[in-house]
């Protein structure tokens, strides 16, 4: 059973990044177009990526089977960054839908606006904020260390792993 809610580690980072902007695709349609149904999309989307990384997200498949190798050879990073990441991208589309369903169209936006800033410093810049606040977190001990050993004393994004070939 714990091998269908697992996510992958390491992930390559372009795969990410790549799902990162699918998801600024989505969000600003979903604020633009103001539909229940979209932003109950987004969030199953983050819900289907925390539960087994790319395995069951559409966004997450498409990222890596499609466009991650088009650009290159895989960039790996340590895998619990980006999963703590989807589970804030998971917390912001799930208050922006409640927001939504209760008429708090405006909050709802906003929301989703902190989201698309997040989400396209990840795909353009390459810069995780959920990863940068998953090392302060793991560096004062709220995480431990034994979750992700590779990331320990790291201040930014996850460091780059080294494949043996």
Do not use: D
Not at 9 to 28: D, I, K, Q, S, W
């Amino acid at each position: 059973m714990s091998g269908l809610f697992s996510f992958p580690n390491p992930v390559n980072e372009y795969a990410a990044r790549a799902t990162a902007g699918l998801v600024v695709v989505l969000a600003v349609v979903t604020i633009v177009a103001g539909q229940w149904w979209l932003y109950a999309a987004l969030a199953i989307g983050f819900a289907l990526r925390v539960a087994g990384g790319p395995r069951y997200s559409p966004f997450g498949r498409l990222s890596v089977h499609v466009i991650a190798p088009r650009l290159g050879p895989a960039k790996l990073v340590p895998g619990p960054p980006k999963r703590f990441a989807q589970t804030i991208g998971l917390a912001f589309s799930t208050v922006a839908l409640v927001l939504f369903l209760t008429g708090n169209t405006v909050a709802a936006q906003i929301v989703l606006g902190l989201l698309v800033v997040a989400a396209l410093l990840e795909s353009a810049a390459g810069v995780c904020l959920g990863c940068i606040v998953f090392g302060w977190l793991q560096r004062r001990g709220v995480i431990p260390a034994s979750v992700c050993e590779a990331c320990a004393g790291v201040n930014t994004t996850p460091p780059t792993l080294t494949v043996p070939r």
